[in-house]
């Protein structure tokens, strides 16, 4: 059986760019422009509907359709985003997109969707703590409540495309660091349970508290991880964080997408792209994923 191993990697506190100007996503009736690496792909936004989709096992839903990327307001001041599969017919797994410092819901959305390719939702929770110029997470409660808002917020927007099952929990920096204390704690007092993740992707963020809270982590549901690191000085973090979460039973995987640097590039993208298969491999809802875009 092929491990798999999550990166979590240092430096929580540089800010995340995304790959392009991060497109000004709307529920109006003009559609943004698509993420640029997917885009680029196939010339054209059609990289965003999945080419086997009309094959999939219907659940009598009509093909999704609409933007790539719509925001989803909340009674509370908070706007989180969320970026659907265009085309599903069926229940499609979801992925949870974290930002990292100083950033912004959208960007992360624009780059896991290039990274994931157009099979699963990408929901994009929008930090609880503001910074200089955009947002940040203010504390490991804060996540979790935001998870919870976005996710139901996208299940109330989809009723019946959001799958149940093989949630994958991906992360940057800032919230890469403090993602494995928040998937080992229970919900704070008078907060319904948090989120489950099957999977979780750890890009660039690292705590050294890996070995005492991954068996929490297990006990809470994880099952698959990958530390990534893109920055050779991340690489140890990345290894012991998985020989961490291996001892803790959760099947991991440090892997190292070259020295890119830590902030999101052009070549960021197709990087990750090689731990994808990785992550999702065996989780429930994950079988019909046609696997990211070719490089």
């Not at 819901?105 to 703590?129: I, K, L, Q, S």
């Not at 020989?243 to 890119?260: H, I, P």
Request: charged fraction near 15%.
């Amino acid at each position: 059986m092929l491990d798999r191993f999550f990166l979590l990697a240092v430096l929580a506190s540089c800010t995340d760019k995304p790959t392009s100007s991060p497109p000004a996503a709307t529920t109006g009736a003009a559609a943004p422009a698509a993420p640029a690496v997917a885009a680029a792909d196939s010339g054209s936004s059609s990289a965003l509907v999945a080419p086997d989709a009309g094959a999939e096992a219907s659940a009598g839903l009509a093909p999704l359709a609409g933007e790539w990327m719509q925001k989803l307001e909340n009674p509370s001041d908070h706007v989180d985003y969320v970026s659907p599969p265009l085309g599903a017919t069926a229940s499609r797994p979801v992925v949870i997109a974290l930002h990292g410092m100083d950033a912004r819901p959208e960007w992360v959305c624009n780059d896991f969707r290039a990274t994931f390719g157009p099979w699963p939702f990408v929901v994009c929770p929008r930090g609880d703590a503001r910074s200089p110029a955009n947002y940040s997470w203010g504390s490991t409660v804060g996540m979790q409540r935001a998870i919870t808002r976005a996710l139901a917020a996208a299940e109330a927007r989809f009723p019946g495309y959001v799958g149940a099952t093989g949630r994958v929990l991906v992360t940057y920096s800032q919230s890469a660091s403090m993602a494995p204390a928040m998937l080992a704690s229970p919900a704070a007092k008078g907060d319904p349970e948090p989120v489950r993740f099957h999977g979780a992707f750890f890009l660039e963020g690292f705590t050294k508290n890996i070995g005492s809270l991954a068996p929490a982590m297990a006990k809470r549901g994880l099952t698959h991880a990958i530390f990534f690191a893109t920055q050779a000085g991340n690489r140890p973090p990345a290894e012991a964080s998985a020989r961490a979460s291996k001892r803790a039973g959760v099947t991991a995987q440090a892997v190292y997408g070259g020295a890119l640097g830590h902030w999101f590039t052009p070549k960021t993208v197709p990087a990750l792209r090689l731990g994808v298969p990785l992550l999702v491999e065996g989780l429930d809802g994950w079988e019909a994923y046609p696997g990211p875009p070719s490089q």
